[in-house]
């Protein structure tokens, strides 16, 4: 009753704007709100194929429905429970080119026109409950117990996947509304067992999980392990681009933006591993997994699977990568190189010139290795950076994926490409969103994470740079590093170059706008990061690298901040304890008006400078305590060491770390200025110095005049310090690597400096006017 009279109310009734094409148009827009609201409450109309064919037909053409409605009734006929779905097929046809016009216009220049539609086929597709009966006919024979299942045709599974995902592009709402339905969820992942319909369900399974609220659990893909295994190479690699979403923390992107007060908080909140952690841990244990993933990283283009396959591929699945503008340039590609072999080859036989169209072009090859290369290379590198760290290292040296990207380096990741369509469309080739790029960036992600911290950073050289390090020790008269006597021979890189070596050839050449510098120097900066290296340290000094990055900040007068910090922050790990390294510094900034020059680029952003100088005063203290010649003839030579011997410019620096960070707000970040702080009192407190530094901080606040201002701030940033460090998952081996002082030193240090004990002359309440006193207030985030 309640469906009829609601059918009967839309139909429109006597009064005003009852009848005409206005009270038609007005019926269609009733009909719409009906149903809207029917299946946001549940009650009278929820789906079309509760209102009649005749008022259907009857509002179709003024209302703009292009047959959806009608066709979707005839399609809920078709698909009762005990239908051989024989006749869907044929709905759906009608159906399909109606949506899938729309979701072109949609990624592509159209997009806003088809925006602007008032109902655009999408939305009446959905609205009069098509998305809801596509779903009830994929999952049909999942949810009949009989005997004998319900047959589905791979065809009619491919095209109800192709409509919802069209639906899921255009109308708002959809595919958040699937992502919520979990049972749907893992069923579309048993649909990628089949061959035939594995591009259709990948591509909306990653539309769904990328706005899922809750990640998934791979444990509860049924037959995870089995399905995997069945997968080719290219399904494992559009895989990776599903296993991404679900291994990656949510806050991955903007990770040193979140304060550590926000984080601490959560992490007590989650006491567990999280969604993410355990799903790394699942795809672990999946057997040759990993190895697999390395071969797909390392294949060489030439190793790839024939034509047919792959164009068959891009036939079916427009919307590879992000959007269907990839296909634009594929095949802008593939035109131009079969113009061009068509008209070189015009005077052979008409069967030659159909062989060639019928090829693969090698710069479509190139690019579809690229794109999956980036799947597979995020894949690895977030699994690095994991928990299972230790055990993801020893299974990637183990498969040679080092040794395997250094020989595509130049072939491949860095290759020189002609200027044409290897762009996607609407972009030029330096721009960020081109798979050549983003290939780039991947790769020296992977190496960042690779290196940092890691005695297998050593596999990045090849057998020559390896006896050169143990050359370079015994010539300093200095023993080897553990971790170069041990590296597997067999598992480093071959040919005349290592990967850190192209690396660096690449770095020197890259232009002074390029946004690569930023990653090839955090790349290069995580190989010396840990335990100061001599040798790792004079490798890269005898390739130039200190003249080169002294280049870009100084004479090239670099403007971008992550880029200054990721120099200042390789100069710093270069620089660190070596003498002959501030000896080279001397000789490249060899005027005052560089130096100055230099001395502005620091002074222009302590938070991205702060790590070069802890690593200048932390090596002015160990040469000053040095009685070599060579030390001394430096230390009265070198510009920089002579102005970090000051005192008023140490208190200075002192000043301005403690002054632009506080508690609240405190990121991974800027963290480092409070730990180079804390560097420099400590090597005062092994003078017998920290009195006069305290003195001189309370001396330059009263000269600010705003007595306290500083030292209630270092009061609450130690407190947190304690708080955030002293935590027991916390691992301090970094602080006391960089620095080479113990950790117990570092806690001795902040426990003198807080004391409550107002008497004490290395206490920070000693300084504080009792007036000015704030050192009891609460920081905890809420």
Known sequence: ???????????????????????????????????????????????????????????????????????????????????????????????????????????????????????????????????????????????????????????????????????????????????ERNDFVLFLFTLMTNKKTFLQTATLIEDILGVKKEMIQLDDIPNLSSLVSSFDQQQLANFCRILAV???????????????????????????????????????????????????????????????????????????????????????????????????????????????????????????????KLEVLYVLCVLLMGRQRNQVHKMIAEFKLIPGLNNLFDKLIWRKHSASALVLHGHNQNCDCSPDITLKIQFLRLLQSFSDHHENKYLLLNSQELNELSAISHKANIPEVDAVVNTDRSLVCDGKRGLLTRLLQVMKKEPAESSFRFWQARAVESFLRGTTSYADQMF??????????????????????????????????????????????????????????????????????????????????????????????????????????????????????????HVQTLTQENVSCLNTSLVILMLARRKEKLPFYLRTLQQMEYTEKYPGFILNNFHSLLRFWQQHYLNKDKDSTCLENSSCISFTYWKETVSILLSPDRTSPCAIVSYIDEAYMDIDRDFSEE
Not at 13 to 32: D, F, H, S
Not at 259 to 287: D, Y
Not at 578 to 585: L, Q, T, Y
Request: net charge neutral.
């Open 1 to 179: 009753m309640a469906a009829a009279a609601a059918a009967a109310a839309a139909a429109g009734g006597p009064g005003p704007g009852g009848g005409g094409r206005r009270g038609a148009r007005r019926a269609a827009t009733n009909i719409l709100a009906q149903l809207r609201h029917g299946q946001l409450s549940g009650r009278g109309l929820t789906r079309g194929a509760q209102i009649t064919e005749a008022l259907l037909k009857e509002r179709d053409k003024q209302a703009k429905w292009n047959g959806i409605p009608l066709l979707l009734q005839k399609l809920y006929e078709q698909s009762h429970p005990n239908s051989d779905f024989s006749q869907c097929q044929s709905i759906l046809k009608e159906i399909s080119p109606l949506l899938s016009m729309e979701a072109m216009a949609f990624v592509t220049e159209d997009r806003k026109a088809a925006q602007e539609s008032t109902f655009p086929n999408t939305y009446t597709f959905d609205l009069f409950g098509g998305v809801d009966l596509l779903v009830e006919i994929l999952m049909r024979p999942t949810l009949i117990t009989q005997k004998k299942k319900q047959k589905i045709s791979d065809d009619l599974i491919k095209d109800c996947l192709s409509i919802l995902y069209n639906t899921c592009i255009c109308t708002e709402g959809v595919t958040r509304r699937l992502a």
């Open 246 to 372: 679900t291994i990656s923390e949510l806050d991955t992107g903007s990770d040193d933006k979140h304060t550590l007060l926000a984080k601490n908080a959560q992490q007590k909140k989650n006491l567990g591993p999280s969604r993410a952690e355990i799903n790394q841990a699942t795809l672990l244990n999946i057997p040759g997994f990993i190895e697999r993933l390395c071969k797909l990283a390392t294949r060489k283009v030439s190793e790839t699977t024939g034509t047919s396959s792959f164009l068959q591929e891009l036939e079916e699945w427009y919307t590879w990568l992000d959007n269907a503008l990839v296909l634009d340039a594929l095949m802008r590609v593939a035109n131009e190189e079969a113009e061009q072999s068509s008209t070189e080859s015009s005077d052979e036989s008409g069967l030659a010139n159909t062989s060639t169209r019928t090829q693969l072009p090698q710069s479509m090859k190139i690019m579809h290795e690229i794109m999956y």
């Open 540 to 661: 890269l000094l005898k390739r130039g690298l200190l003249e080169h990055i002294l280049y870009c900040i100084v004479d090239s007068e670099c403007k971008s901040r992550d880029v200054l910090q990721s120099y200042f922050d390789l100069l710093g790990e270069l620089m660190k304890f070596n003498i002959d390294a501030f000896k080279r510094f001397n000789k490249y900034i060899n005027t005052d008006e560089k130096f100055q020059t230099f001395l502005n680029q620091i002074n222009s952003s302590l938070v991205d400078s702060n790590m070069l100088v802890r690593c200048i005063t932390l090596s002015l203290d160990r040469f000053e305590n040095q009685s070599d010649a060579k030390v001394a003839e430096v230390l009265s030579e070198c510009r920089l060491l002579s102005y970090m011997s000051q005192m008023s410019m140490r208190m200075s620096f002192l000043f301005r770390l403690i002054n632009i960070i």
